[in-house]
């Protein structure tokens, strides 16, 4: 009776119902986690096949030059100075601005491994994103720059206006001197060109920067009655060349192409154009022209008769505006094909008997050369017939700038400024990756843990490596780790031994090891110890009761 009353006020069965829940909560989410993984594991390996390894952002380019005029007395010679910079619209993320970011904000971020390798081979990652500057997002860079000389006389050099037509009652024999429009323009016609000074920069030439500088010095004026007007510079920048869009073995969904045929490009694509014809560039350097057809070097006599503008030492005249060549944009297959499905569907062109077939219009007829055909066979017809043509290379930025010559010694020019798109390495690619790696190095761990806690409990047992005592040991390993039940502390201690330094591994497993040792060893010392108490107690008491009744 005593018993069941202490039973009644003791909070073993309240302690014990809470712990249970507990117990049962803490199962709930680790089965919740255990799924979360899975599912986070398999997006993962889907994003990296469906991810680019680069992302399509916006660079700023600024362009300017400056004058500086001789000084003989400190041996500095006239010069130009041309300089292009650029910056990304969007900040690039890297492992640098990252950590900064993790640093102002409190986010830990992605934590780094702290796993003693000293006895293993190479960390297998990729090597961290740095904080690219503008020079590395191009490949190559030409520069080619020619002088412009023209007369030191204004009236010779200018433009003249056309005289009008007069009535000979009306003419008074004034002045005839002809009329400038602009003292800044110049006819062309009277200038003179300089041989071409070709510079040129690849990337493995130096580190990142955020600018180039070309310093030029202009040859002297062939004459004394010519001077400098200004310097043409004509730019090629070639943008660097990336995995995304080079892609020379089968079909990729991230291959860009472009568009040939003008006829599918007023249809379809309006806003694309087409890129520009290649040109002899040995042509073009033998006749100075851009048609590249006449070989043949032409006098100015000749041009005069043939009625054709050039300068006064017979080359084509110069351009004095700046002029930009954006290349032609770039599609992939998947935009391609959704361009031709929604014209195919807007004119109605499917077989009403076979879905599947299209019956092409004068369009799609001279286009493809074609009266039917599957709509699955579009792509290999648009490649077959050379009506899309796949980009293996970027197209390079071609650039016209004139550096003017100005009054005053180092004046700097308003600088130019345009934005083009380009291609920049992305992190989520790197992150994607270093997630992959370090789940499948949590697997390794526990993987080879387990294959030495074999061989450590076949040591410790005096074992003999034979295929029965290796399965029992195996089949205890696989028990301790798999089942609900306490497993034999040794096992976990092998565990823990057997698993990496500083591991998630090896912790599991000392915490596992001291959680038997106190269940299996202690508890049931502790309990014993319990009962011999219990017993001395009831001894007492008995004693107590037979002191009282005598």
Wanted: glycine share 4%; hydrophobic share 35%.
């Amino acid at each position: 009776m005593r018993d069941a009353i202490a039973m009644n006020d003791s909070p073993i069965s309240e302690v014990w119902t809470a712990f249970t829940a507990q117990m049962k909560r803490m199962d709930d989410l680790e089965s919740r986690i255990e799924a979360r993984a899975v599912k986070t594991r398999r997006r993962i390996s889907n994003l990296l096949e469906k991810t680019s390894p680069t992302r399509q952002s916006h660079l700023r380019l600024w362009i300017s030059h400056q004058y500086a005029k001789a000084d003989y007395l400190q041996g500095i010679p006239e010069h130009f100075k041309l300089q292009l910079e650029g910056v990304l619209l969007i900040g690039h993320l890297d492992h640098k601005s990252a950590s900064q970011f993790d640093q102002e904000t409190g986010y830990g971020g992605i934590p780094k491994d702290d796993l003693d390798r000293s006895k293993g081979g190479e960390k297998e990652e990729d090597q961290p994103i740095p904080a690219y500057m503008f020079t590395h997002f191009m490949e190559s860079l030409v520069v080619e720059l020619q002088t412009v000389f023209r007369p030191k006389n204004p009236v010779t050099a200018a433009i003249q206006q056309p005289k009008k037509k007069t009535s000979s009652r009306r003419s008074t024999g004034g002045d005839t001197t002809p009329k400038l429009t602009d003292p800044s323009q110049i006819d062309l016609r009277t200038c003179f060109l300089s041989e071409k000074q070709e510079m040129r920069w690849t990337r493995d030439m130096s580190d990142d920067s955020h600018a180039w500088c070309v310093k030029y010095r202009p040859p002297t004026p062939p004459d004394t009655d010519l001077e400098i007007h200004s310097v043409v510079a004509q730019i090629q920048m070639h943008p660097s060349s990336h995995a995304d869009i080079v892609s020379t073995e089968g079909y990729n969904m991230n291959d860009r192409y472009t568009i040939r045929h003008p006829l599918l490009v007023n249809h379809m694509f309006p806003h694309h154009g087409t890129p520009e014809q290649d040109v002899d560039e040995e042509a073009i350097e033998k006749d100075g022209a851009t048609s590249g057809t006449d070989s043949t070097p032409v006098t100015p006599k000749q041009q005069k008769r043939k009625g054709e503008d050039r300068t006064a030492d017979g080359n084509p005249l110069p351009p004095l505006d700046n002029e930009l060549h954006f290349p032609p944009p770039t599609l992939t297959m998947s935009q391609i094909i959704m361009a031709f499905y929604v014209y195919i569907n807007d004119k109605n062109l499917m077989d009403p008997d076979n879905k599947s077939i299209v019956v092409a219009d004068s369009v799609l007829q001279e286009v493809l050369g074609l009266e039917r055909f599957p709509f699955s066979q579009l792509q290999t017809t648009l490649l077959q017939k050379q009506v899309i043509v796949k980009v293996t290379k970027p197209y390079p930025l071609k650039i016209t700038y004139i550096l003017l010559k100005k009054m005053g010694d180092g004046e700097e020019m308003l600088p130019w400024q345009f934005d083009m798109e380009c291609a920049v390495p992305s992190l989520l690619g790197y992150r994607l990756r270093e997630l992959l790696r370090r789940i499948k190095r949590r697997e390794l761990e526990y993987t080879s843990s387990r294959t030495k806690a074999r061989y450590l409990l076949a040591a410790r047992r005096g074992l003999r490596s034979n295929a029965v005592e290796d399965n029992e040991l195996r089949q205890m390993i696989e028990a301790a780790v798999t089942s609900d039940n306490l497993a034999v502390p040794e096992v976990w201690q092998a565990l823990a031994r057997g698993a990496p330094p500083n591991s998630e591994a090896r912790r599991a497993a000392q915490i596992e090891a001291h959680l038997s040792y106190l269940l299996l060893e202690l508890l049931p010392g502790q309990y014993r110890n319990a009962l011999t108490s219990r017993q001395l107690v009831d001894e007492c008491e008995n004693l107590a009761e037979d002191a009282m009744e005598e």
